[in-house]
T-cell receptor
Framework: DSGVTQTPKHLITATGQRVTLRCSPRSGDLSVYWYQQSLDQGLQFLIQYYNGEERAKGNILERFSAQQFPDLHSELNLSSLELGDSALYFC????????????FGSGTQLSVL | AQKVTQAQTEISVVEKEDVTLDCVYETRDTTYYLFWYKQPPSGELVFLIRRNSFDEQNEISGRYSWNFQKSTSSFNFTITASQVVDSAVYFCALSEAVGGFKTIFGAGTRLFVKA
């Protein structure tokens, strides 16, 4: 158990809908990362937060947004969903977010039908 | 630009064979960190090793060893006497100071170890 909790584990929804994925980092970790893993694109970095502030951004679509709350949990919001958004979404955390190993959650499997 | 290339998409070996997974990285930074992660069939991502750019010493951990060569921008991973339980997808990753230390991953190498 990595100590990173992601909910829900599975999510099935329809095109055009909006969903929210939730992540609770390990106790003491201030940095949270979001990744998207699809079959044809490997692990794609979406965004990183440190202590509530955005630290780095990857190729995150404008339809996607995220934030980290004062209690350090993070949410990834995906809107106007398309079939191609179906993927496994991982959250990871680390203490400072500076060159440290990441602890990954078990992921949220999103299926857009 | 920050980039990690794992040219080997899939590798299949027979148990007890040695296997090397290649990783080539690109960075303009002098301060960076390299990692290997394992993703077994169960799906979780497990950290294996971390190396910083100032430490080129190779490392051995049991049947696992890593060869870091800055001259060729490579960070290769060797499994000695492979076992069926080593079957997984292995990811190489890079975190550099420029860009806020975001960690980007290579495409992964799927390793099949047959009994």
């Amino acid at each position: 158990d990595s100590g990173v909790t992601q909910t829900p584990k599975h999510l099935i929804t329809a095109t055009g809908q909006r969903v929210t994925l939730r992540c609770s980092p390990r106790s003491g970790d201030l940095s949270v990362y979001w990744y998207q893993q699809s079959l044809d694109q490997g692990l794609q970095f979406l965004i990183q937060y440190y202590n509530g502030e955005e630290r780095a951004k990857g190729n995150i679509l404008e339809r996607f947004s995220a934030q980290q709350f004062p209690d350090l949990h993070s949410e990834l919001n995906l809107s106007s969903l398309e079939l191609g958004d179906s993927a496994l979404y991982f959250c990871a955390s680390s203490v400072t977010g500076i060159g440290e190993k990441l602890f990954f959650g078990s992921g949220t499997q999103l299926s857009v039908l | 630009a920050q980039k990690v290339t794992q040219a080997q998409t899939e590798i299949s070996v027979v148990e007890k064979e040695d296997v090397t997974l290649d990783c080539v990285y690109e960075t303009r930074d002098t301060t960076y960190y390299l990692f290997w992660y394992k993703q077994p069939p169960s799906g979780e991502l497990v950290f294996l090793i971390r190396r910083n750019s100032f430490d080129e010493q190779n490392e051995i951990s049991g049947r696992y060893s890593w060869n870091f060569q800055k001259s060729t921008s490579s960070f290769n991973f060797t499994i000695t006497a492979s076992q069926v339980v080593d079957s997984a997808v292995y990811f190489c990753a890079l975190s550099e100071a420029v860009g806020g230390f975001k960690t980007i991953f290579g495409a992964g190498t799927r390793l099949f170890v047959k009994a």
